[in-house]
């Protein structure tokens, strides 16, 4: 075992889990086993340890699917055990931490630092200042790499999954923050011996189903309590320093990369920007899933005109990327659900829609209609659901709306997910003129689809 990942979700087993087996079976030398904790809840860990970590990945194509066994990940544990998860950081042969906590997890504020007045955080100083255990994602990172100091084990890599630009650059920061607030020493020892590495990470990974177990049992003939369903398509670009060794992830098709960020936007531009366009426009007129909303043209519309203004302003060509997206959004077995992609647009936004449109006014390019769309259906998408479990981040926003006319309602958002966005007031006019149209009332409220 020379892995540690914190996170243990199907997106993590379709990706890091399947490119790590993929290097193993390329042979050589080192073989590199995952041992893997929980994020939010312990329940991912028990039906995998029964299993002693092996489980299928179902790779689903318009044609059919395809099980493969992953049994790259030797070992789980209920994100709780702070004992086992300073253990494995002790251990000299560990050299990589791999994390998938969602955006929500790093605990930033608006201008990318550690949320000190986060409650979760605030009491992670608390007691990582007393020795004991940490709650948070930043917080358990330093509570291991204070163990692995004191170990005196040398130097090793954090790599961050997520759909973050420069999440290494992120992660290293929310880190050294915390370690700072607990003991400025062992930040000192971080900024020289840990590594961030940024990663770019692309593969739909819908939520596994009663029904996809019971095709995993008739195609394999085993009963799996945890299989992973993903689409065909993946992808992994990475940029960063291994201090202490890394799979040969190269070999199952990774890139590493001296710069990421050309990949990033385009990913995030792109796919991400896509699915959050679908995931409100969708919800709005009853439907469910990516393939559903692709198939409206009114939503395949908008998306098109969205990929049109991301690609003014991007580096990387667009053409097979667009491709290969509309071949993946049209793949109606993929079930990927809106209701999932739609959570947290307060977090997303700002990377997926706002930053085209930033890079846009630099370029003295006409304000984008499409994004402006994208931010006036999240908006109606908030004053249909409960924004205390579908985006903590805007409950305050979403009871600032309530009554207000459409030029307030468009300030008020891009305050929060725009707040330094070159040529607002143009792009606030934008979303105002969309919210003024009628749109589909939210199923939710209608009870019923339009």
Known sequence: MRIVHLGLGAFARAHLLWYTQGANEAGGAEQWGVAAFTGRSAAAAEPLARQDGRYTLLVRSPEGD????????????????????REYFRRPEVGVVTLTVTEAGYRRTSDGALDRHDPAVALDVERLRAGGDALTAPGRLVDGLRARR?????????????????????????TL?????????????????????????????????????????????????????????????????FPAGRP???VAGAQLV??????????????NAGHSLLAYEGLARGLSTVAEAFADPDCRADLEQLWSEAADVLTLPVDDA??????????????????QIAKDGSVKLPVRVMAVAQQRATAGLPVGRAAAGVVAA??????????STSDP?????????????????????LDLVAPRLARKDVFARHVAEQLAVHRPAHPTLAGARP
């Open 66 to 85: 395809a099980p493969t066994t992953i049994d790259a990940l030797v070992a789980v544990h209920d994100g709780a055990d702070a004992d086992a998860w």
């Open 150 to 174: 004191e170990a005196g084990t040398g130097p090793i890599a954090i790599v961050s999954c997520d759909n973050l630009p420069d999440n290494g650059r992120v992660t290293r920061r929310v």
């Open 177 to 241: 923050d915390l370690a700072s607030a607990v003991d400025e020493s062992l930040a000192r020892w971080i900024e020289e011996d840990v590594a961030f590495v940024s990663t770019m990470v692309d593969r739909i990974t819908p939520a596994t189903t009663d029904a996809d177990r019971a095709i995993v049992r008739k195609l394999t003939g085993r009963e799996d309590r945890s299989p992973v369903v993903t689409e065909p398509f993946s992808e992994w670009v990475l940029d960063g320093e």
């Open 248 to 250: 040969r992830w190269e």
């Open 258 to 271: 001296d710069d990421l960020e050309p990949y990033e936007r385009r990913k995030l531009w792109l796919l």
């Open 322 to 339: 667009t491709a290969a997206l509309r071949a993946r959004f049209a793949n109606a077995r993929i079930e990927h659900r809106l209701a």
């Open 378 to 387: 999240w908006i109606q998408h908030l004053e249909s659901v409960d924004a």
């Open 393 to 413: 981040g805007a409950v305050d926003l979403a009871e600032r709306l309530r009554g207000q006319g459409s030029s307030t309602r468009a300030d008020l958002a």
